[in-house]
């Protein structure tokens, strides 16, 4: 079983210091909803979230929703092999289920997850689909307890797919934290959580991308 | 260089046969635009294509928006050593030029496609980023000239990402074909123009997940 956790994902309805702004109050209104129960989009609210803290590394949800169709995708998660988290920006961590279909369409994505935020889980014929809880990075560690967790950082030791692959093969529980956010790096709060941070390119690959190879390169350590 | 060809892709515009029926003519006028300059998606105009042929195949342009973003995210692509076309079930054939950043939200994806099958082409300061032609895959094939033309179906002789992909390295001007469509086979059109069709795996994975394999493979096999 393979832990895929997904830190510091851009993933997080509009945070109150913005509820005010022009533009966020129109969008709001346009969408029927209130502005804390809207996905933060950097598509639709680039202009309000420049005072933001850490505003680079904020509002792409769309950047979640193609790694998770990734992983999901993978034949480790259809035969119930990977274990998923995604832990946001502000701290919430959403697990996915086993043999959960995720919409592919990103505006039913955005539905689901804007319906996470208010009712904290999403349920289908008595199992959870998704469940939304308030940890850290720290505390989602301690929660799973990985025999081992390993990041993924362009400025961690160099290494390869493969390599880490075997690595984390070796455990029975092995946890791989990639981030889930499109420029920047991991915080310290993660980073001092991790047992091994490794570089697995030269260039800074899209966190799908790198989901994708990673996974395959864990089933083909596993089934070897 | 590698030539990726998606092949037979459910990417179009919704077909003469379609224009008349009651949900499409309101599809359309909710989006202001005539029937013929929309796509054909099964998301929203399910009911329309139960008549159509090939209906199974066909109006998933998710599945290609997708595909295009796990392929142009590799550095394979970024490093201008991966040539991209996506050959569609009405035979048309689109041109990926080099290093298009295609849009990650899927409506703009679907703005820029519709523009694509208006215009024909979509340039960027004098470059084609996108070019629409009128060609079967044996005219595409017969116009590129690959060196060796290999396809991956379900129902090839069982083989290996790793070994097709130490094939196709063998050669100077190799073509990877992959079908674009949700469920079924390669029809006969195709299958005539492949050198070999091989099984990469038990499961019918999306086309997506085999994209990001293979190119990682590939490029595994040629940076040894």
Request: net charge positive; proline share 3%; hydrophobic share 40%.
């Amino acid at each position: 079983m393979l832990i895929l956790i997904i830190a510091e994902a851009a993933l997080e309805t509009i945070p109150k210091e913005l509820w005010s702004y022009h533009s966020i109050r129109k969008h709001a209104l346009l969408k029927g909803k209130k502005a804390g129960e809207i996905l933060l989009d950097r598509g639709y609210h680039h202009s309000a979230m420049i005072k933001l803290d850490n505003a680079e590394k904020r509002g792409r949800p769309d950047l979640i929703h193609i790694s998770l169709l990734e992983a999901t995708s993978t034949p480790l998660y259809i035969e119930g092999r990977l274990e998923i988290y995604v832990h946001t920006i502000t701290d919430k961590v959403i697990r996915v289920g086993q043999l959960v279909r995720l919409p592919r369409a990103y505006y039913r994505f955005e539905g689901l997850m804007e319906k996470l935020f208010v009712k904290g889980k999403i349920n289908s014929k008595g199992s959870n689909l998704l469940e939304l809880s308030d940890l850290s990075f720290k505390q989602l560690i301690s929660k799973i307890r990985p025999t081992i967790t390993i990041g993924l950082s362009t400025i961690g030791e160099k290494n390869t797919f493969e390599e880490v692959a075997k690595e984390l093969a070796k455990y029975v529980k092995p946890a791989l934290v990639v981030g889930g956010f499109p420029r920047g790096h991991f915080s310290k709060a993660v980073t001092s959580s991790l047992n091994a941070l490794y570089s697995i390119h030269e260039l800074a690959l899209q966190a799908h991308v790198v989901i994708a190879r990673m996974i395959y390169e864990y089933e083909k350590a596993i089934y070897k």
